[in-house]
């Protein structure tokens, strides 16, 4: 998996990607430096000329990253032949700053045809020589390669006339802000607690917490697994309430792992060596538990991570037994996947799970990957190996997703957290070994709120911290 390139400004410059076949590319969300948003903005470019014919070999020449297959010849006229090759190449990566925004705001409405604009850029020759090949209607980014230009849709509309001298029709639709990760240390609380039962340790300290979730009015539920309770703070790490304690009746936990909120703000966590899942309120009140130690459907074996969809169906790390298991908003058995291994579609000691109701991301502990499944357990992707380097784990433990489709992973062993579009290209990481501000030490649990801010359960250091943006 390669790393983005640094650019001499300290940003990073997306690399290059290769389109397997023409209007079939959805915009990568790749940032064009940590200081800045992203827009991803789809423009339709279409012709209402036919383009003169032109040779295979003379499209690839010009346009490299665009491989046609034999019956999808591409078309061009002689002028946009001409198209420097240079502008190109300087345009092969396509996002857009939001310096062209405003550009935008004024070019009229989404989907409506655009009538103003700026001068031309190599991006916008980029765009409109996609369209005078004839594969247009097509949806497309148009992007600065260094962040600087003021792009706008014009541009490719002129361009495309001028290349032409054809007239052109063009429509955008609209964008799409796409933040930077909120990577910026802003707060921790927390400190090593524990207490002899009867006694409950004091609120607000920690014995190695695991698991954590942020719900929608931003209260963050952590599990604290050693002292068998769960805390509630609210964003900012003021206590709130807290409730259990060790044992195995209703409402009692031995090493809880994981929590997971549903639409309901119901609570969800799994009890690890009592090996169920149980549910409570937002408050604390015990609804239901589901799951005894076996192998069997809707068994466990030291269940750890958790993860609801939005249509309220669970999906459960059952670590030891090397699977995930799928249930209702009931607990109701629904299908399982998963075998010891290290192949495609095999687990050693799944640790944390998370879904977007389209596919399920799996913290594959001891394969030191993320494999990737849909939501009837069919093998999608997979991506990392052991190591340090950009990418590689050392025994994942928690993953999360944030609006963006971005999946946050906790890299336990590397004490940082990873973070991927949702294919497994690297965006960034964040984290060192240490007990400062920002530094981490076998964080466990990760999740982010819906401002973006990322929540990491410190687990070595008894605290949990939140990163903030710029």
């Avoid at 940590?34 to 827009?39: F, H, S, W």
């Avoid at 550009?103 to 103003?116: E, L, R």
């Avoid at 910026?184 to 927390?190: A, E, N, R, V, Y």
Wanted: one cysteine or more; a neutral charge; hydrophobic letters at 35%.
């Amino acid at each position: 998996m390669g790393a983005h390139r640094a650019r001499a400004d300290g940003g990073r410059v997306p690399r290059r990607r290769r389109l397997r076949e023409p209007c079939v590319h959805t915009p990568r969300r790749l940032g064009v430096g940590r200081d800045r948003d992203v827009l991803r903005v789809q423009v339709r470019v279409q012709l209402l000329i036919d383009p003169v014919k032109a040779s295979k070999r003379q499209m690839q020449n010009i346009f490299p990253e665009i491989m046609m297959r034999e019956e999808e010849t591409p078309e061009m006229t002689s002028s946009t032949n001409r198209l420097s090759r240079a502008a190109v190449a300087a345009a092969a990566v396509l996002t857009l700053t939001t310096t062209a925004m405003p550009a935008f705001a004024a070019n009229g409405d989404c989907g409506q045809p655009v009538s103003t604009g700026s001068s031309p850029t190599a991006s916008d020759a980029l765009a409109t020589l996609r369209a005078a090949v004839a594969i247009a209607p097509c949806d497309i980014a148009i992007c600065d390669v260094d962040g600087s230009c003021m792009v706008t849709a014009t541009d490719a509309l002129r361009v495309l006339t001028r290349s032409t001298g054809q007239p052109v029709a063009l429509t955008c639709d609209c964008p799409d802000l796409i933040p930077d990760v909120c990577q910026t240390f802003g707060l921790k609380w927390g400190a090593t607690g524990f207490a002899i039962p009867p006694d409950l340790p004091p609120p607000g300290t920690f014995r190695r917490p695991r698991g954590i979730a942020v719900n929608g009015d931003g209260d963050v539920y952590v599990v604290d697994a050693q002292n068998d309770r769960i805390e509630v703070f609210t964003s900012d790490g003021g206590f709130t309430v807290q409730w259990g304690s060790n044992g195995q009746g209703a409402a009692e936990f031995d090493r809880p792992r994981s929590v997971a909120i549903d639409g309901s703000t119901n609570v969800w966590i799994t009890d690890r060596t009592n090996h169920r899942v149980q549910k409570f309120g937002p408050g604390g009140a015990f609804l239901l538990q589901f799951g005894v130690l076996g192998t069997g459907p809707g068994q466990f074996n030291q269940p750890q991570g958790i993860a609801i969809a939005a249509n309220g169906d669970i999906y459960v790390a059952d670590s030891l037994n090397n699977r995930v298991q799928k249930f209702n908003s009931n607990g109701g058995f629904i299908r399982q996947w998963g075998t010891p291994g290290s192949a495609n579609g095999q687990f050693n000691e799944p640790r944390g799970v998370a879904t977007d109701g389209t596919n399920v991301f799996v913290a594959d502990g001891s394969n030191n990957r993320v494999p990737v499944f849909d939501t009837n357990g069919t093998f999608v992707r997979a991506w990392g190996s052991l190591g340090g380097g950009q990418g590689s784990f050392r025994t994942p433990r928690g993953v999360a997703l944030d609006s963006a489709g971005r999946v946050y992973v906790a890299d336990f062993g590397n004490h940082r957290i990873q973070v991927f579009d949702d294919t497994g290209i690297f965006d960034t990481s964040f984290g060192s070994f240490g007990t400062g501000n920002g530094q981490l030490n076998g964080p466990r649990g990760v999740t982010v709120d819906s401002q973006g801010r990322v929540f990491v359960t410190d687990t070595d250091n008894d605290r949990v911290q939140r990163f903030d943006c710029n």
